[in-house]
């Protein structure tokens, strides 16, 4: 499997709700970000959290890391319709030579469908 | 200020044409990255380029491909002699640095 899996592929849930989507990445990282892609369209930033940092907010986005379990969680809370898109993990990788990164490597995406 | 402007929007070429895919970062943005995207399926890293070098490009095809980002202009993703697995999403991204990513609204190529 690749570096930066989301789980689940698709999750469809009722507008208000809150959505969960998970990351699981296999080598050390510098940091960790999550991305929103519309249909057809590029991919927006939404939030990035640090191998330091444990848990971070932005509105109605919460973004939790466990280096240990090399993993991370996007929560969306009060979920609407316009949040309906695929959503990326990606992760920037921390080089064994110390020499900086390479380009993020990203997931395949989570689907979330917001029904009204 | 403007963001990432990648152009063509679409770009339809027969096999065995050249695809010339342009790609103007966001101003002061001196880092330029490439990504393909099929059909369901997440970004997959080319190409990472500072102005006139070539940092990595341990993700681009061997053959066909090249990638440039002169000191003037925007940067470029050259496919040669396409063929049909050539069609795909094609995104560009710039940053300062090696942290939030600014994505272009991509390129869409079919090969016919």
């Known amino acids: 499997s690749q570096q930066g899996e989301e789980d689940p592929q698709a999750l469809s849930i009722q507008e208000g709700e809150n959505a969960t989507m998970n990351c699981s990445y296999k080598?050390?990282?510098?940091?960790l970000q999550w991305y929103r892609q519309n249909s057809g369209r590029g991919l927006v930033h939404l939030i990035l959290i640090r191998s330091n940092e444990r848990e971070k907010h932005s509105g109605r986005l919460r973004v939790t890391l466990d280096t240990s379990k090399k993993s991370s969680s996007l929560l969306i809370t009060a979920s609407r319709a316009a949040d309906t898109a695929s959503y990326f993990c990606a992760t920037d990788r921390l080089k064994e030579s110390g020499g900086g990164a390479d380009g993020l490597t990203f997931g395949k995406g989570t689907h979330l469908i917001i029904q009204p | 200020n403007a963001g990432v402007m990648q152009n063509p929007r679409h770009l339809v070429r027969r096999r065995g044409q050249e695809a010339r895919l342009r790609c103007s970062p966001m101003k002061g943005h001196s880092h330029v990255y490439w990504y393909r995207q099929l059909p369901e399926e997440g970004l997959k890293f080319m190409v990472y380029l500072q102005k006139e070098n070539i940092i990595d490009e341990s993700g681009m095809p061997k053959e066909r491909f090249s990638a440039e980002f002169p000191k003037e202009g925007p940067s470029i993703l050259r496919i040669q002699q396409v063929v049909r697995g050539d069609s795909a999403a094609y995104f560009c991204?710039?940053?300062?640095?090696?942290?939030?990513?600014?994505f272009g609204s991509g390129t869409q190529l079919s090969v016919l």
């Open positions: 080598t050390s990282i510098n940091n």
């Open positions: 991204a710039s940053s300062t640095r090696h942290e939030k990513l600014f």
